[in-house]
């Protein structure tokens, strides 16, 4: 799971470098953070989302190290790293789009992402799993 989740964060640090500055959050049309990692670490809307389909609370990474504060055991983790493939895949599909994901489209966007993580991940699948077994 570390590795799958290093990959992610590697590859969101590589768009960090492409992003075009002062440009606005991707993720909700609605919200006035802008397009930066820095943002995205505290968007209330991804970790509103986060925390409500995962059923997990108080999830939020710290901006510099990609550490999971709060509870850290390993629900938590696969629960950010998923947050994070998530606001990776649909933070590049609206930039090419050259704008913000209209926030009435963002969780669905979100969920499109998980099921596909749930591809790749059989970590993944077993944590959602478990999750809808659970609730
Ligand atoms: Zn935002």
Redesign the pocket.
Known sequence: MHAVFSMWCNAWCTSRRLQIPNS?????DR????DSIE??M?????WSWCNSSFFTSGIHPCTEHFCVIGPEDDNSIIAMALAVFAVYNTSNKWRAKNSPCPGALTNSHFKEQVKLASLYSKTTRKFLFNLHRHH
């Open positions: 606005r959050c991707l993720l909700d919200c006035n953070g802008e943002h995205y505290s968007c209330k809307q991804l």
